[in-house]
T-cell receptor, first 114, second 111 residues
Framework: SQTIHQWPATLVQPVGSPLSLECTVE??????LYWYRQAAGRGLQLLFY??????ISSEVPQNLSASRPQDRQFILSSKKLLLSDSGFYLC?????????????FGPGTRLTVL | TQLLEQSPQFLSIQEGENLTVYCNSS?????LQWYRQEPGEGPVLLVT?????EVKKLKRLTFQFGDARKDSSLHITAAQPGDTGLYLC???????????FGTGTRLKVLA
């Protein structure tokens, strides 16, 4: 069966520090991968998505970036964090090139920037 | 820009009551999904609707996709405390691999 991992689960970082969040998927090949950010009790904001290795589509201009160095690995990074980067970061995957397919979400990373 | 607005934003009801959550947009979506999310966890899919006018039932939950595929509703019959959570709709954006999420409805069912 397929499994999605995210780490770390919780992170507290000072303003201006770098960031690296990792997401890996097991049990499938060539998934579509997504990074979302969620404010408390609100909907999800799509940040990046990838349909293949090295292919990244950015949805919002910001100080965040994403990379997909391997088929089942998706990394979210920042060189300098802002207070507004605080939130709950979720990674998700879908298998088929079919938008009726289920999105499976990871457990999320709670990021607090102080 | 495709947007999905959910209403109400918050809902607190007594156990046994019925409720409806709405998900509206001015854009057409190729499919629409409903998720429920518990605090500190990722959303979990409840249903996907694809055809305009489609109605799907999942026990006490009834989901409907609008005829024009611009809106959807979730109706819960005889709500229970276990239904408490954040309900999210998500539309598949036409011509892309993107999903647009709604603003969310936080439901609390009191025993």
């Amino acid at each position: 069966s397929q499994t999605i991992h995210q780490w770390p689960a919780t992170l507290v970082q000072p303003v201006g520090s770098p960031l690296s969040l990792e997401c890996t998927v097991e049990g499938t090949s060539n998934p579509n991968l997504y990074w979302y950010r969620q404010a408390a009790g609100r909907g999800l904001q799509l940040l990046f998505y990838s349909v293949g290795i090295g292919q990244i589509s950015s949805e919002v201009p910001q100080n965040l970036s994403a990379s997909r160095p391997q088929d089942r690995q998706f990394i979210l990074s920042s060189k300098k964090l802002l207070l507004s980067d605080s939130g709950f970061y979720l990674c998700a995957w879908t298998l088929l090139a079919d938008l009726t397919d289920t999105q499976y979400f990871g457990p999320g990373t709670r990021l607090t920037v102080l | 820009t495709q947007l999905l607005e959910q209403s109400p934003q918050f809902l607190s009801i007594q156990e046994g009551e019925n409720l409806t959550v709405y998900c509206n947009s001015s854009s057409v979506f190729s499919s629409l999904q409903w998720y429920r999310q518990e605090p500190g966890e990722g959303p979990v899919l409840l249903v996907t609707v694809v055809t305009g006018g489609e109605v799907k039932k999942l026990k006490r939950l009834t989901f409907q996709f609008g005829d024009a595929r611009k809106d959807s509703s979730l109706h819960i019959t005889a709500a229970q405390p276990g239904d408490t959570g954040l309900y999210l709709c998500a539309g598949a954006a036409s011509g892309t691999y993107k999903y647009i999420f709604g603003t969310g409805t936080r439901l609390k069912v009191l025993a």
